[in-house]
């Protein structure tokens, strides 16, 4: 007679309703995170919101400092409900600092229309995304370590390009970024799927700054090569 395989929370029947629970809980609350991303960056434009726009290093530095205060507050409270404020706390932050770039593309007479077309392709890349990790039977954990060598890449050359200026280097950092954080959703979305990630506000996390980061540099893209000037 089989019996159910053991696992951490009991039976198997029991260990796929969790993660499914996860996972729901996850989609929810990345719907919910949302809403204060477009307040803030709502009310960025509202008030020409910047840090520090004088230095663009300062300004850098400045928003890691605070992210990764965010990401430490996070974590430290992912168990209780102070976990899902300081996550949408969180994501306010970023609707403010993606502020600076919406104002720019609104400044061109199609941008509204470029917004929307990154939106639009962000919610495709997620579809797609999450829908391969969800029926493919491919182990994709795997991609750890080139996914974050990629981010470390994208990182220092971002930063390089903060006194090179280079619109070309801006392109290539943009292109590689929307390929490693669509990989990206891959990963965390089959992490839940696989009981790699138990706690949906880690994994919402995880995932808001996949869909952010592809969001943001499809919209950079749409920019340089669709905007169209007053």
Not at 40 to 51: D, P, R, S, Y
Not at 161 to 177: D, T
């Amino acid at each position: 007679m089989n019996q159910p395989l053991p696992t951490q929370y009991g039976t198997l029947d029991d260990t796929l309703v969790v993660r499914h629970r996860v996972l729901r809980n996850t989609y929810w609350l990345l719907a919910l995170s949302m809403l204060p991303t477009v307040l803030g960056a709502w009310l960025g434009v509202q008030m020409h919101f910047a840090l520090f726009a004088s230095s663009p290093m300062l300004s850098f530095i400045a928003f890691l400092a605070i992210a990764f205060g965010f990401f430490y507050g996070i974590e430290r409270t992912k168990n209780s409900g102070m976990g899902v404020v300081l996550l949408l706390g969180f994501t306010f932050f970023m609707g403010l600092m993606l502020s600076r770039m919406i104002e720019h593309i609104l400044h061109f007479a199609n941008g509204p229309q470029l917004i929307m077309t990154a939106f639009g392709g962000t919610a495709v890349v997620f579809a797609a995304m999450a829908s391969i990790a969800t029926t493919s039977k491919r182990d994709f954990s795997g991609m750890s370590s080139w996914l974050f060598a990629g981010v470390i890449v994208i990182l220092l050359a971002g930063v390089a390009n903060i006194f090179l200026q280079m619109p070309a280097l801006q392109i290539v950092i943009s292109l590689v970024a929307v390929v490693i954080f669509s990989a990206y959703i891959l990963f965390d979305v089959q992490r839940i799927i696989n009981g790699g990630e138990t706690n949906y506000v880690s994994a919402t996390l995880a995932i808001y700054l996949d869909l952010y980061n592809v969001f943001v540099n499809l919209l950079a893209l749409l920019g340089i090569f669709g905007g169209d000037r007053e």
